[in-house]
């Protein structure tokens, strides 16, 4: 049987490796390419990974080639393979998701050209008396009149003419909207405005980075406030001025705007911005353009990672101890590690910034592979405070403010400072409960309880985001003597309004979740009035607040406590992310309220060194052979019933392991049961990688060889930074 021409395409099913089809054209699409193909009864875009011959007589044919180009070029094609291989993901479901919506969709992978609105032919030879009753459209015509090359929508804007007026003359055939390519302008100099002084470290710091020939892995290993933001603009310099591109990860959409702020007011050239609050067209408008060489400094959450660039020279990786960076579903990748490998891939620097690194980046830079880079001191003359521990078992549930606390705010807004008050715990209380009987709240799907959110009167599962109204009496015994127990920022928003006379500003998940609303909260802060802020973690992470005085930290007890062995290093890391936000113009005080104030492992991230924290971790883990001294992968499995997700993995647990690999459980989740579903699990443990994924590999392939794993959802997690 004759043999004919096929393309290998990477599909994005969860299904490994690619699929054959047949190809008529001459000349095969290169690899990286778009293709529509059928799948089943579906019509699906596939990515072309390579091409060659089949006598299979069933193949089905490829419907259309949708790229001339290549949509992902070879150096991005080959961290999706090598992402793909060390997470044990379909490759096909990789390339899908490093592709925004719209190219996933089979849009043309095109810019999109400015619109300008014009007069048409017929509208420059209107009079102005047959607008007589319309006088927003008589102004919308007499201002293009008077700009023959036409106006974009923002230029219109700007001169408040009317939408619905450009509209109307649209539809009158007297206006229109044409598409026009605009180039890119060359601006004379780099810098917008000088750069700021560099004490000693930060110059070090720079002009190691300047001098890296090739791929160089640093650390930048500075306290809150030492200038970090600072290093990475001067360090961008020189590499903005050959002509190469930067880009710049951050963990959160929160830091985007500011970071976007302080770059562009810092450098001429362009600056665009990739993350999930971008429309499709946003997104892949800002793609291409990193992908031309338009833009010239990327700023993004952890999937910008995937962007095309035309010229790269560094990556920079901000705040990169933060666990954001980590993709807990579908394809579980971690940004901070695929950065180093496609540095490496780049032959060019990258950055690891942070003030508390984790670990495994600190046991790196401590052995010798990353180069470390030091700055022990603030930026500005003040000296970082002292975080001073106090003792809240005596705290009571209605008043979670201690004395001491709560005088301390009063004295500071009283200077005219600023103050905040850290909980990380949103809704007014983490649960209720009935004083009579016990009843408690808990949420029918999770093993967790209710959150009473008083602001609408409802009780929220924040695991499964199921609600409810809060009942008015006990469901179990009729009581209404229903109180809630445990405080969140609405109890503390609510109690600080009456206890002080100054604006108090709240800032978690629910208080910003419209549109433009954390940029509001956080314009107030930053105009330097007297304020007490109250929020959560989105609070901690690389906001530069000059006039915040105060912090008074709650609740932080349960993170040193934790069964999860990064339970420590994670509150450590909050804890002085959290307290770095004082005193970083002026005298500081940071207060933490602990009802386990003589916790040993609390008490040394309380006294600020978290060099000496972090040694007595690697030491713990170095003795049980975890991260970085061991490595880890987790199966999870869910189903209908425990029974069913614990006799999945426990066929699997029979499997031999390639000698120095561990297999731990199955056990049931440390959250047995979420949304609906019971979770177990399956660790595995070994001291080298290649035997690990050796066994990951066959543990995959008996998992799609069960019949039980049909019932089931079931994922691998390698590198878990999640245990619970």
């Avoid at 190691?208 to 791929?215: E, M, T």
């Avoid at 940004?335 to 910034?353: C, E, K, N, S």
């Avoid at 978290?610 to 170095?622: F, P, V």
Wanted: aromatic fraction near 4%; hydrophobic fraction near 40%.
């Amino acid at each position: 049987m004759p043999t004919k021409s096929t393309l290998q395409i990477a599909l994005p099913v969860p299904l490994p490796g690619c699929f054959d089809y047949l190809y008529a054209g001459d000349i095969p699409p290169a690899q990286g390419s778009r293709v529509q193909v059928p799948f089943g009864r579906r019509t699906l875009i596939g990515v072309v990974h390579g091409h060659g011959q089949s006598d299979y007589p069933k193949l089905k044919a490829v419907k259309a080639v949708l790229d001339i180009e290549p949509v992902i070029p070879a150096e991005l094609y080959a961290l999706c393979e090598r992402a793909a291989r060390y997470y044990h993901h379909p490759l096909g479901e990789v390339l899908n998701y490093a592709l925004p919506g719209l190219l996933r969709q089979g849009q043309d992978a095109q810019a999109r050209q400015a619109l300008r609105w014009h007069l048409t032919e017929r509208g420059q030879h209107v009079s102005d008396d047959q607008l007589g009753r319309a006088p927003r459209q008589l102004e919308a015509l007499t201002v293009l009149r008077e700009h023959p090359k036409g106006l974009s929508p923002p230029m219109l804007a700007a001169l408040d003419v009317s939408s619905q007026a450009l509209a109307a003359l649209r539809d009158k055939g007297w206006a229109e909207q044409r598409e026009e390519q605009t180039a890119p302008s060359s601006p004379r100099e780099l810098l917008a405005e000088t750069h700021l002084p560099a004490n000693a470290e930060q110059r070090r710091a720079i002009a190691a980075i300047r001098d890296a020939d090739g791929f160089v892995p640093f650390l930048l290993d500075g306290i809150t406030g030492s200038g970090k933001t600072e290093v990475y603009l001067q360090a961008m310099a020189p590499v903005l001025e050959a002509g190469k591109q930067v880009l710049v990860l951050v963990p959160e959409i929160g830091l985007t705007p500011q970071t976007v702020q302080r770059f562009r007011q810092r450098f001429t050239v362009p600056v665009i911005t990739l993350h999930s609050g971008l429309t499709d067209r946003e997104r892949l408008d800002n793609w291409l353009a990193a992908r031309d060489g338009q833009a010239r400094i990327l700023i993004g959450t952890r999937s910008a990672i995937f962007t095309p660039l035309a010229n790269p020279g560094l990556i920079i990786v901000d705040e990169a101890h933060d666990g954001s960076l980590k993709q807990q579903d579908g394809f579980r990748y971690h940004a901070r590690d695929l950065a180093t490998w496609r540095a490496q891939q780049l032959a060019i620097p990258v950055i690891h910034g942070s003030a508390t690194p984790a670990l495994e980046t600190l046991h790196l830079a401590r052995t010798g592979r990353y180069r470390e880079l030091r700055l022990s001191h603030q930026a500005s003359d003040s000296r970082r405070p002292a975080i001073e521990v106090l003792d809240a078992r005596s705290a009571s549930p209605a008043q979670p403010l201690l004395p001491t606390s709560l005088q301390a705010l009063r004295d500071c807004v009283a200077a005219g400072k600023q103050a905040l008050v850290f909980i990380n715990r949103r809704g007014y209380a983490p649960m209720i409960l009935c004083q009579d009987c016990g009843w408690q709240a808990e949420c029918p799907r999770c093993d967790s309880f209710f959150t009473w959110h008083r602001s609408d009167n409802s009780l929220r599962c924040h695991h499964c985001d199921s609600h409810r109204r809060v009942p008015s009496r006990c469901p179990d015994c009729g009581s209404a003597a229903i109180q809630e127990a445990g405080s969140g920022t609405e109890k503390l928003e609510s109690l600080l309004n009456d206890a002080l006379e100054v604006p108090v500003i709240r800032i978690d998940r629910d208080a910003t979740r419209r549109k433009g609303a954390l940029d509001a909260q956080l314009a107030r802060i930053q105009a330097g009035d007297p304020a007490v802020l109250v929020g959560t973690q989105m609070l901690a992470k690389g906001h530069h607040f000059p006039k915040l005085a105060l912090v008074v930290i709650l609740d932080m007890d349960a993170g040193f406590l934790s069964a999860d062995f990064r339970g420590p290093e994670q509150a450590a890391q909050l804890l002085l992310q959290v307290a770095g936000r004082s005193g970083r113009e002026g005298a500081g005080r940071v207060l933490l309220q602990s009802r386990h104030p003589d916790h040993p492992l609390l008490q040394q991230a309380a006294s600020g060194d978290y060099g000496a924290l972090a040694t007595t971790l690697l030491a713990d883990r170095q003795l049980a052979g975890l991260p970085p001294f061991g490595h880890l992968a987790l199966m999870r499995c869910e189903a209908m019933t425990l029974g069913k997700a614990m006799d999945f993995l426990q066929q699997l647990s029979n499997m031999t392991m390639p000698e120095g690999v561990h297999l731990l459980g199955p056990v049931p989740a440390p959250m047995e049961k979420r949304a609906g579903r019971f979770r177990a699990q399956l660790l595995l443990q070994a001291d080298q990688r290649p035997p690990l994924h050796g066994a990951i590999d066959a543990l995959l392939e008996q998992a799609r060889a069960l019949p039980a794993g049909r019932q089931c959802r079931w994922h691998i997690d390698v590198d878990p930074i999640d245990m619970l």
